[in-house]
């Protein structure tokens, strides 16, 4: 790319990554100077990046940044990121000094929108600036690092044990004539064995786990960063063999060292006269008993964790949730709105192209229903405070509700022949200014005690207690669905009827007779022919997405 490519209004230039280009072009050398259609851009191909290459993250497209010429007023603009690379020397210390003095002046600039700016430069993937330290390390990895600490202890107590229960071989051995190095170096060799067969066993489940967890994440539709390897490197197994030696050394020599100590002729007496040579000193009592202690601690808590577990999949288990095709919806603007009513036929255009979507869709062959919403089942719910009248007159009482958002929501259940008080959404509850909404059985299980909560009211907790939001009434009731995570089939659930161009993100979801699967590709079809600006992203089953 050049600079000039980066000037408003230069004709639009991409630059292929070498996966695309073999896709696309199937490797043609001649590609260069063709176009390509990106949504309702056509730009023509400038360059193809190497094999390999998919910086920053996984990408295999780029297009240029073009800024508008006149400049910018602070917070003016698209959000940005920057990257950038570290001059030879340098270091990411000096950098985010360099970089605070800059925001600095900034601020002293512009103290109306930078005085709370607080830059900070991150080594790249990284979540904050010393994620590197070994105390961030351990504090996001506590609950692994307690784990093993129990298993250490168990194994370092068994270890000892078994060298203890020894102890009246190894000085029969050494007052026979075995000299010390002889016995400490079997000891040795007997630890590193065993600790070598449990560094390859533990490596090679390692190396299996990471390769499988790379085939289920990319069986959908994401890809890892592109440094991202899985499987082990070299330096991992060099590291687990330092390890390895380390540990032996310690759970076969200092305890032959003992065993051999000057102590052996005591050990001899016992043994002659019939005694025990068994002997625990006080760290190794001190050990057994804080080993027992954080295991008696672990325990209930692995059982919590095992029955909500096995509770959770049979709750999934009750939603066909692997006959649901699911996808993010949403759709290009061909430019920045500029005047009054831009947004408004934007939202316009794209409600009419969803809904043709959603006809169309309809029509395919095995599609039993289609919906949306801003989420579906077994989809992470937006949890929110609000209050909730439980009778007539009464004063509201605060509550916490699960808002799932969507158009019909009578589409997107198993048919169970139950039927519900109250009424179903109709076409006017879309309306922006609609005050409906629907409540499922654990909502009228909690705030009105079973009694019917039709006609009564919910509204969302203010921000500001003077400025409170518009109550909503309940005209309806829906079945639990069950399959918000570890709510134990209590989740409260409120749902609204929405339009398309209203939600955020748009989720469509389409129940299948067939493998959902099989929709997929033609979904992405569909949606091409409709408006090229159509954007399909996460097209996979309901079950994958759970």
Same mark, same amino acid.
């Given at each position: 790319?050049?600079?000039?490519?980066?000037?408003?209004?230069?004709?639009?230039?991409?630059?292929?990554?070498?996966?695309?280009?073999?896709?696309?072009?199937?490797?043609?050398?001649?590609?260069?100077?063709?176009?390509?259609?990106?949504?309702?851009?056509?730009?023509?191909?400038?360059?193809?990046?190497?094999?390999?290459?998919?910086?920053?993250?996984?990408?295999?497209?780029?297009?240029?940044?073009?800024?508008?010429?006149?400049?910018?007023?602070?917070?003016?603009?698209?959000?940005?990121?920057?990257?950038?690379?570290?001059?030879?020397?340098?270091?990411?210390?000096?950098?985010?000094?360099?970089?605070?003095?800059?925001?600095?002046?900034?601020?002293?600039?512009?103290?109306?929108?930078?005085?709370?700016?607080?830059?900070?430069?991150?080594?790249?993937?990284?979540?904050?600036?010393?994620?590197?330290?070994?105390?961030?390390?351990?504090?996001?990895?506590?609950?692994?690092?307690?784990?093993?600490?129990?298993?250490?202890?168990?194994?370092?107590?068994?270890?000892?044990?078994?060298?203890?229960?020894?102890?009246?071989?190894?000085?029969?051995?050494?007052?026979?004539?075995?000299?010390?190095?002889?016995?400490?170096?079997?000891?040795?060799?007997?630890?590193?064995?065993?600790?070598?067969?449990?560094?390859?066993?533990?490596?090679?489940?390692?190396?299996?786990?990471?390769?499988?967890?790379?085939?289920?994440?990319?069986?959908?539709?994401?890809?890892?960063? +592109?440094?991202?390897?899985?499987?082990?490197?070299?330096?991992? @197994?060099?590291? &687990?063999? =330092?390890? $390895?030696? %380390? /540990? #032996?050394?310690?759970?076969?020599?200092?305890?032959?060292?003992?065993?051999?100590?000057?102590?052996?002729?005591?050990?001899?007496?016992?043994?002659?006269?019939?005694?025990?040579?068994?002997?625990?000193?006080?760290?190794?009592?001190?050990?057994?008993?804080?080993?027992?202690?954080?295991?008696?601690?672990?325990?209930?808590?692995?059982?919590?964790?095992?029955?909500?577990?096995?509770?959770?999949?049979?709750?999934?288990?009750?939603?066909?949730?692997?006959?649901?095709?699911?996808?993010?919806?949403?759709?290009?603007?061909?430019?920045?709105?500029?005047?009054?009513?831009?947004?408004?036929?934007?939202?316009?255009?794209?409600?009419?192209?969803?809904?043709?979507?959603?006809?169309?869709?309809?029509?395919?062959?095995?599609?039993?229903?289609?919906? +949306?919403?801003?989420?579906?089942?077994?989809?992470?719910?937006? @949890?929110?405070? &609000?209050? =909730?009248? $439980?009778? %007539? /007159? #009464?004063?509201?009482?605060?509550?916490?509700?699960?808002?799932?958002?969507?158009?019909?929501?009578?589409?997107?259940?198993?048919?169970?022949?139950?039927?519900?008080?109250?009424?179903?959404?109709?076409?006017?509850?879309?309306?922006?200014?609609?005050?409906?909404?629907?409540?499922?059985?654990?909502?009228?299980?909690?705030?009105?005690?079973?009694?019917?909560?039709?006609?009564?009211?919910?509204?969302?907790?203010?921000?500001?207690?003077?400025?409170?939001?518009?109550?909503?009434?309940?005209?309806?009731?829906?079945?639990?669905?069950?399959?918000?995570?570890?709510?134990?089939?209590?989740?409260?659930?409120?749902?609204?009827?929405?339009?398309?161009?209203?939600?955020?993100?748009?989720?469509?979801?389409?129940?299948?007779?067939?493998?959902?699967?099989?929709?997929?590709?033609?979904?992405?079809?569909?949606?091409?022919?409709?408006?090229?600006?159509?954007?399909?992203?996460?097209?996979?089953?309901?079950?994958?997405?759970?």
């Amino acid at each position: 790319m050049l600079d000039a490519d980066e000037r408003p209004g230069a004709p639009p230039v991409v630059v292929l990554g070498y996966d695309v280009w073999r896709q696309w072009f199937g490797g043609r050398a001649d590609a260069i100077g063709h176009t390509a259609q990106l949504g309702r851009t056509v730009a023509t191909v400038v360059g193809i990046m190497p094999e390999g290459f998919a910086f920053p993250l996984n990408h295999q497209l780029w297009m240029p940044l073009q800024l508008r010429g006149s400049g910018y007023a602070p917070l003016e603009g698209s959000a940005v990121q920057v990257f950038g690379r570290l001059a030879p020397g340098a270091t990411r210390a000096k950098a985010n000094v360099e970089l605070t003095a800059l925001a600095e002046r900034t601020a002293a600039a512009s103290p109306r929108t930078h005085q709370h700016l607080r830059p900070r430069v991150l080594a790249y993937g990284a979540e904050y600036p010393d994620d590197q330290s070994w105390i961030a390390f351990s504090m996001a990895h506590l609950p692994i690092i307690l784990v093993l600490i129990v298993a250490c202890a168990n194994v370092g107590t068994l270890v000892y044990a078994r060298t203890a229960t020894r102890d009246a071989e190894i000085a029969t051995r050494y007052a026979l004539g075995a000299s010390r190095g002889r016995i400490i170096g079997q000891l040795f060799i007997e630890a590193l064995v065993l600790a070598s067969v449990a560094a390859i066993v533990g490596l090679g489940a390692a190396h299996w786990t990471l390769k499988w967890g790379f085939e289920v994440y990319m069986a959908g539709d994401y890809v890892p960063p +592109f440094w991202f390897d899985p499987g082990l490197k070299l330096t991992t @197994v060099l590291y &687990a063999a =330092v390890l $390895t030696t %380390a /540990g #032996a050394g310690m759970v076969g020599i200092l305890p032959a060292i003992k065993a051999t100590g000057s102590n052996v002729q005591s050990q001899l007496r016992n043994l002659g006269s019939g005694g025990s040579t068994l002997r625990f000193g006080w760290v190794w009592t001190t050990v057994m008993i804080l080993q027992v202690a954080l295991t008696t601690i672990w325990i209930p808590l692995a059982m919590e964790i095992a029955e909500e577990a096995v509770r959770d999949r049979r709750i999934r288990k009750q939603f066909p949730a692997e006959q649901y095709l699911a996808a993010y919806i949403a759709m290009d603007r061909e430019a920045a709105p500029t005047r009054d009513g831009d947004d408004a036929a934007f939202r316009a255009r794209f409600e009419q192209t969803y809904r043709e979507l959603e006809r169309r869709v309809a029509q395919e062959p095995g599609v039993v229903a289609v919906t +949306f919403g801003n989420r579906l089942p077994g989809m992470a719910p937006a @949890v929110r405070s &609000a209050e =909730v009248e $439980t009778a %007539a /007159g #009464a004063t509201p009482i605060r509550a916490r509700i699960c808002g799932r958002r969507r158009s019909a929501p009578g589409t997107s259940k198993p048919s169970t022949g139950r039927s519900f008080p109250g009424e179903a959404f109709h076409d006017g509850d879309r309306a922006e200014g609609a005050r409906t909404v629907l409540v499922n059985e654990a909502f009228a299980r909690r705030y009105t005690h079973g009694a019917s909560p039709i006609g009564r009211r919910v509204r969302y907790a203010a921000a500001d207690p003077a400025k409170p939001e518009p109550w909503f009434e309940i005209v309806g009731m829906v079945q639990d669905v069950g399959m918000t995570p570890t709510d134990r089939g209590e989740a409260a659930d409120v749902y609204r009827a929405v339009s398309s161009p209203t939600v955020s993100p748009l989720v469509m979801g389409v129940r299948m007779a067939g493998d959902p699967e099989s929709l997929a590709p033609r979904l992405r079809i569909l949606a091409a022919s409709l408006d090229p600006g159509l954007r399909l992203d996460e097209v996979r089953t309901l079950e994958e997405f759970v």
